[in-house]
């Protein structure tokens, strides 16, 4: 039945965009059914994000057509596509941290009464209800910057939802979303869905992608390879799909053999919300440790407080039989420890930078010590990162904001590599970043092990946590509910514990 073109709210035909030399879509066809989710999936660098992009008007595309509701379009532009029936939330958080919610809503559109003034009393109605519909509370005259990352992703799809599309794209939504959020984003989108109204996702969450999808498509290096509905295919089919190869194995061996205890936290407790509750451990040398929890655990309040980023009320860090209670992120640095933070802006991407620059900036010793490293040691370094992260980019001097957000992550992770840390601490490392590459991540934070240095890695992905850790510690509400052995635990045990403090 759906053959029939009326049944068709998007059709792509043809699409291709290049970036000077780097031909990005290569004449791609995509339909997409009324009243239905495609999922959108393949790896970083792949061309999902460039690709909506041109449908949204933020990119002109250079050749092919979109027809969306039986109407050739070609959007101008992002406000263009929004008064036309397309949304878009982009995978790169992008909000006035300034201004409060109900301002972010109405950017670009604030609704004036009959005097031509804004009319902040209907603004605050409308928003209001918009979010009592989608189950989401905030205080609406907050500033941005308040909430945490999860509410302003909440925020992003509360506002696509508003100017009432027939297409919404959603530009890996969830990836700092707590589950019941998704949980909620899920029940919406099944509603919009229900209403005719169709939803493009793009996720690198197997299991989201099944449970949310009826159809999925997959990309591979700007070519469409693949549109099967969902109930007609399964994983390893999606993943060769993806990679042009299968994957036998999602984790490699963990065969690291941690040494004597390196460091050890003894009765650690912070001053702020949300407060860490007498926090003790032991690191050893060359383990990898990882902390899981739900969302709000605690987790990454912890990496932030042995980092020195945070205030301690009690309780000391201890690193090498040493006291080591750092004042500042600097202190932390200076001696050998690295934190991979969980937000990726937050990361300090300098986006006006090329990748040489934004791979080499943290090595600040040198810098520091008057050995600068040369020009030439500053490309070869970032060449190397490149190669060992498999970043997909044109070389060394491409600009930061030029590569997909999963390739950008990449670039982070390189530039802590180059430190070489001793104690490298990661929060959700993998998020965003596509299986073959996470196999990848997930070989090099064991080499890193055997060669003696330290991991200690959050993750709320569970099959994450158990294939690549020694020990894990389990995080419950600021308290560490239990540190259990990887090899003798299981899903059930690491849920018990996580909500025993709940
Ligand atoms: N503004 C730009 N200038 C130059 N090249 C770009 C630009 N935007 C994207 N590209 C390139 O286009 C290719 C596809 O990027 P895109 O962001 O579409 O990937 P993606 O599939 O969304 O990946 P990810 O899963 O990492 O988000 C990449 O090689 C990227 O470097
Ligand atoms: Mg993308």
């Given at each position: 039945?759906?053959?029939?073109?009326k049944?068709?709210?998007?059709?792509?035909?043809?699409?291709?965009?290049?970036?000077?030399?780097?031909?990005?879509?290569?004449?791609?066809?995509?339909?997409?059914?009324?009243?239905?989710?495609?999922?959108?999936?393949?790896?970083?660098?792949?061309?999902?994000?460039?690709?909506?992009?041109?449908?949204?008007?933020?990119?002109?595309?250079?050749e092919?057509?979109?027809?969306?509701?039986?109407?050739?379009?070609?959007?101008?532009?992002?406000?263009?596509?929004?008064?036309?029936?397309?949304?878009?939330?982009?995978?790169?958080?992008?909000?006035?941290?300034?201004?409060?919610?109900?301002?972010?809503?109405?950017?670009?559109?604030?609704?004036?009464?009959?005097?031509?003034?804004?009319?902040?009393?209907?603004?605050?109605?409308?928003?209001?209800?918009?979010?009592?519909?989608?189950?989401?509370?905030?205080?609406?005259?907050?500033?941005?910057?308040?909430?945490?990352?999860?509410?302003?992703?909440m925020?992003?799809?509360?506002?696509?939802?508003?100017?009432?599309?027939k297409?919404?794209?959603?530009?890996?939504?969830?990836?700092?979303?707590?589950?019941?959020?998704?949980?909620?984003?899920?029940?919406?989108?099944?509603?919009?869905?229900?209403?005719?109204?169709?939803?493009?996702?793009?996720?690198?969450?197997?299991?989201?992608?099944?449970?949310?999808?009826?159809?999925?498509?997959?990309?591979?290096?700007?070519?469409?390879?693949?549109?099967k509905?969902?109930?007609?295919?399964?994983?390893?089919?999606?993943?060769?799909?993806?990679?042009?190869?299968?994957?036998?194995?999602?984790?490699?061996?963990?065969?690291?053999?941690?040494?004597?205890?390196?460091?050890?936290?003894n009765?650690?407790?912070?001053?702020?919300?949300?407060?860490?509750?007498?926090?003790?451990?032991?690191?050893?040398?060359?383990?990898?440790?990882?902390?899981?929890?739900?969302?709000?655990?605690?987790?990454?309040?912890?990496?932030?407080?042995?980092?020195?980023?945070?205030?301690?009320?009690?309780?000391?860090?201890?690193?090498?039989?040493?006291?080591?209670?750092?004042?500042?992120?600097?202190?932390?640095?200076?001696?050998?420890?690295?934190?991979?933070?969980?937000?990726?802006?937050?990361?300090?991407?300098?986006?006006?930078?090329?990748?040489?620059?934004?791979?080499?900036?943290?090595?600040?010793?040198?810098?520091?010590?008057?050995?600068?490293?040369?020009?030439?040691?500053?490309?070869?370094?970032?060449?190397e990162?490149?190669?060992?992260?498999?970043?997909?980019?044109m070389?060394?001097?491409?600009?930061?904001?030029?590569?997909?957000?999963?390739?950008?992550?990449?670039?982070?992770?390189?530039?802590?590599?180059?430190?070489?840390?001793?104690?490298?601490?990661?929060?959700?490392?993998?998020?965003?970043?596509?299986?073959?590459?996470k196999?990848?991540?997930?070989?090099?934070?064991?080499?890193?092990?055997?060669?003696?240095?330290?991991?200690?890695?959050?993750?709320?992905?569970?099959?994450?946590?158990?294939?690549?850790?020694?020990?894990?510690?389990?995080?419950?509400?600021?308290?560490?509910?239990?540190?259990?052995?990887?090899?003798?635990?299981?899903?059930?045990?690491l849920?018990?514990?996580?909500?025993?403090?709940?």
């Amino acid at each position: 039945m759906a053959d029939d073109k009326k049944d068709y709210i998007l059709s792509i035909k043809g699409m291709s965009k290049s970036f000077g030399r780097n031909k990005v879509l290569k004449g791609i066809n995509m339909d997409v059914k009324r009243g239905s989710i495609m999922g959108l999936m393949g790896e970083n660098g792949a061309g999902k994000s460039t690709m909506m992009k041109c449908l949204f008007g933020t990119y002109q595309k250079d050749e092919g057509t979109i027809v969306l509701d039986g109407k050739e379009v070609n959007f101008s532009g992002p406000k263009d596509a929004l008064e036309n029936g397309v949304a878009m939330v982009h995978q790169e958080l992008n909000q006035c941290l300034e201004r409060s919610v109900v301002d972010n809503l109405f950017l670009g559109r604030y609704p004036k009464n009959s005097f031509g003034v804004v009319d902040e009393g209907r603004m605050k109605k409308e928003a209001s209800d918009l979010f009592r519909k989608l189950g989401i509370t905030v205080n609406l005259t907050q500033p941005m910057k308040r909430m945490s990352v999860s509410q302003r992703q909440m925020c992003e799809i509360a506002k696509a939802i508003s100017y009432n599309s027939k297409v919404i794209v959603l530009d890996e939504p969830t990836s700092s979303l707590t589950a019941p959020e998704v949980a909620k984003l899920f029940k919406m989108m099944r509603q919009l869905r229900d209403q005719g109204i169709s939803l493009v996702y793009i996720s690198h969450k197997m299991d989201e992608i099944f449970d949310i999808c009826d159809q999925i498509s997959v990309l591979r290096d700007g070519a469409l390879v693949m549109t099967k509905d969902s109930k007609d295919t399964d994983m390893n089919e999606l993943i060769s799909a993806m990679v042009g190869r299968s994957l036998d194995n999602r984790f490699p061996p963990v065969d690291n053999q941690p040494g004597e205890t390196i460091l050890q936290v003894n009765g650690l407790s912070t001053k702020y919300a949300p407060k860490l509750q007498n926090i003790s451990f032991d690191v050893k040398k060359g383990e990898i440790f990882g902390l899981y929890g739900l969302v709000g655990a605690g987790r990454t309040e912890l990496l932030e407080t042995i980092f020195g980023m945070r205030t301690r009320a009690a309780g000391n860090v201890i690193y090498r039989g040493k006291m080591m209670n750092f004042d500042s992120p600097k202190d932390a640095m200076d001696h050998g420890f690295a934190l991979i933070t969980e937000e990726r802006k937050a990361n300090g991407l300098f986006l006006k930078a090329d990748l040489t620059f934004n791979t080499t900036i943290a090595n600040m010793k040198q810098y520091r010590s008057g050995i600068a490293l040369s020009n030439d040691q500053m490309v070869r370094a970032t060449s190397e990162e490149i190669r060992i992260m498999h970043t997909k980019c044109m070389g060394p001097d491409d600009l930061i904001s030029s590569l997909s957000g999963g390739n950008q992550q990449k670039v982070i992770f390189g530039r802590w590599l180059e430190r070489s840390p001793s104690i490298f601490m990661m929060d959700d490392p993998t998020r965003g970043i596509d299986v073959g590459a996470k196999y990848e991540i997930y070989e090099l934070i064991i080499k890193m092990a055997k060669e003696g240095n330290t991991i200690i890695v959050v993750s709320s992905e569970m099959p994450e946590i158990l294939g690549i850790t020694n020990r894990i510690g389990v995080m419950s509400n600021g308290h560490l509910a239990g540190i259990v052995n990887t090899k003798e635990t299981n899903q059930e045990e690491l849920l018990r514990l996580s909500a025993m403090y709940l």
